[in-house]
């Protein structure tokens, strides 16, 4: 996985499966909605840089790994769905 932030069109995807599992965050802040994006995200590089960690290292690799995804982003997002 890049360290690149994800391109509009990818998140778009993620928003429509986000917005799916949980309708309430369809009227949620662009913020908000980036801010659980930003969540799942590092959480998901996290694991992927490393395999074979145990759930209490992987919370410390989340904590060292920066936001990628913006409120503009999810915006533009939003206005591809």
């Known amino acids: 996985m890049s360290d690149d932030a ?3 069109s990818r998140l778009a995807g993620q928003l429509s499966y986000l917005f799916e599992d949980h309708p309430e965050l369809r ?3 662009d913020e908000d909605v980036a801010a659980r994006l930003n969540h799942d ?4 590089r996290a694991r992927e840089q490393n395999p074979l960690a145990n759930d209490d290292t992987i919370k ?3 904590a060292e790994l920066a936001d990628r995804i913006t409120p503009e ?3 533009a997002a939003r206005e591809t769905l």
């Open 6 to 8: 994800p391109s509009i």
């Open 27 to 29: 009227s949620a802040s």
């Open 41 to 44: 995200d590092r959480f998901a």
């Open 60 to 62: 410390e690799k989340v």
């Open 73 to 75: 982003m999810v915006r």
